[in-house]
Nanobody, 126 residues
């Protein structure tokens, strides 16, 4: 059984930083790509960033590029999202997700991802 467990969310002032973690477990599970999404109340789930599980290829949405950094530690089976210069509009529940499919184009649609964590709340106050 594959499990993704996020942690690291919380309340932070605008301009501050948070680091989210996503621990991946599951016997012999090796995703092709890991992604972070977020969802604010009344909105659709939005792509934030993605990283190849084996490799250094990363991809970001335009709204977070230059402020957020996605990384992974394969030895710990963990993916991270370092969020700097946070803005009130970054407030959302953040989810990590795993994509098993080998794709030549980064999947930014939530429906392309096979496994999801339970989410962690990030609130940025102004």
């Amino acid at each position: 059984q594959v499990q993704l467990v996020e942690s690291g969310g919380g309340l932070v002032q605008a301009g501050g930083s948070l680091r989210l973690s996503c621990a991946v477990s599951g016997r012999t599970f090796s995703p092709y790509r890991m992604g972070w999404f977020r969802q604010a109340p009344g909105t659709e789930r939005e792509f934030v960033a993605a990283i190849r599980w084996n490799g250094d290829s990363t991809y970001y949405s335009g709204s977070v590029k230059g402020r957020f950094t996605i990384s992974r530690d394969n030895a710990k089976n963990t993916v991270y999202l370092q969020m700097n210069s946070l803005k009130p509009e970054d407030t959302a529940v953040y989810y990590c997700a795993a994509d098993r499919t080998i794709r030549t184009v980064v999947g930014t649609s939530a429906r392309l991802y096979d496994y999801w964590g339970q989410g962690t709340q990030v609130t940025v106050s102004s």
